[in-house]
C-alpha cells in the first residue's frame, strides 16, 4: 500500500495563477481531508469529505475548491493563488466518518506551496 | 467555534530531561488523539484517548486524559534526540471535523 500520495512535493506560483494539488488514498478510506500549516498556527482544515460525491467547509475555506468524484481521490483546487496561501498543505485520510472521529488519521507527505 | 490550545509552543531540553506538553480544549471531548511530526515531515498518529481519567504509555510516552475530558497531557521521560518534533492533540469538533492543538515544538539538545 502507498497510503496517502500527494502531488506535487513543492510549487512556485505567482499571484492570481490557479492551480490544482492532488492526493490519493489507496486504503479505501471514506474521510478525506486537507490541511494547511503554518508556523505557529497548528493544522487548519480547509475542506473535508465523508464520501464520494460529498464535500464540505473546514475552517479555513476561503480560495480553495474541493470535489470528490472517486473515493481514492481528493484534489484541492486553488481559484486565483495569493501571497497568504504560502503554506504547506497535507492531506489526511481515515476511516472515521461520524461526529466522534475516532479513528487515526493518515496524512500525505506534503506540499510545500509559495506564492510570489 | 471550538479551540485546542497547547503549551507551551516551544520547548528546548537537554537530553535525558523530562518534557511535558499540555493540550486544553474549549469543549468536552469524546476522545483526543495526539500526533507527532518530525521536522520536515508529516504528522504521524501516536495514540488515542476514550475514556475520562485514562492513562496509556509507549516506552517513554505516558498519555493522559483529564477527568473532566476537557484537557490532556503528554509526558516524555528521559528525552532522547529521536523524539525532536512536534506534538500535537487533536480532537473531534462539530460535524466529522477534527480540531487540531496548535502543536508543541520540541528541541532536544545533547
Known amino acids: 500500500n502507498a497510503g496517502v500520495t500527494q502531488t506535487p512535493k513543492f510549487q512556485v506560483l505567482k499571484t492570481g495563477q490557479s492551480m490544482t494539488l492532488q492526493c490519493a488514498q489507496d486504503?479505501?478510506?471514506?474521510?478525506m481531508s486537507w490541511y494547511r500549516q503554518d508556523p505557529g498556527m497548528g493544522l487548519r482544515l480547509i475542506h473535508y469529505?465523508?464520501?464520494?460525491?460529498?464535500?464540505d467547509q473546514g475552517e479555513v475555506p476561503n480560495g480553495y475548491n474541493v470535489s470528490r468524484s472517486t473515493t481514492e481521490d481528493f484534489p484541492l483546487r486553488l481559484l486565483s493563488a495569493a501571497p497568504s496561501q504560502t503554506s504547506v498543505y497535507f492531506c489526511?485520510?481515515?476511516?472515521?466518518?461520524?461526529?466522534?472521529?475516532?479513528?487515526?488519521?493518515?496524512f500525505g507527505p506534503g506540499t510545500r506551496l509559495t506564492v510570489l | 467555534g471550538q479551540q485546542v490550545m497547547q503549551i507551551p509552543q516551544y520547548q528546548h531540553v537537554q537530553e535525558g530531561e523530562d518534557f511535558t506538553t499540555y493540550c486544553n480544549s474549549s469543549?468536552?471531548?469524546?476522545?483526543i488523539q495526539w500526533y507527532k511530526q518530525r521536522p520536515g515531515g508529516h504528522p504521524v498518529f501516536l495514540i488515542q484517548?476514550?475514556?475520562?481519567?485514562e492513562v496509556k504509555k509507549q516506552k517513554r510516552l505516558t498519555f493522559q486524559f483529564g477527568e473532566a475530558k476537557k484537557n490532556s497531557s503528554l509526558h516524555i521521560t528521559a528525552t532522547q534526540t529521536t523524539d525532536v518534533g512536534t506534538y500535537f492533540c487533536?480532537?473531534?469538533?462539530?460535524?466529522?471535523?477534527?480540531?487540531f492543538g496548535t502543536g508543541t515544538r520540541l528541541q532536544v539538545t545533547l
Open positions: 484517548l476514550v475514556k475520562s481519567g
Open positions: 469529505s465523508v464520501g464520494a460525491g460529498i464535500t
Open positions: 486504503m479505501n478510506h471514506e474521510y
Open positions: 469543549t468536552t471531548l469524546s476522545n
Open positions: 489526511a485520510s481515515s476511516y472515521s466518518r461520524g461526529a466522534r472521529m475516532d479513528n487515526e488519521q493518515f
Open positions: 487533536a480532537g473531534p469538533g462539530t460535524a466529522s471535523k477534527l480540531t
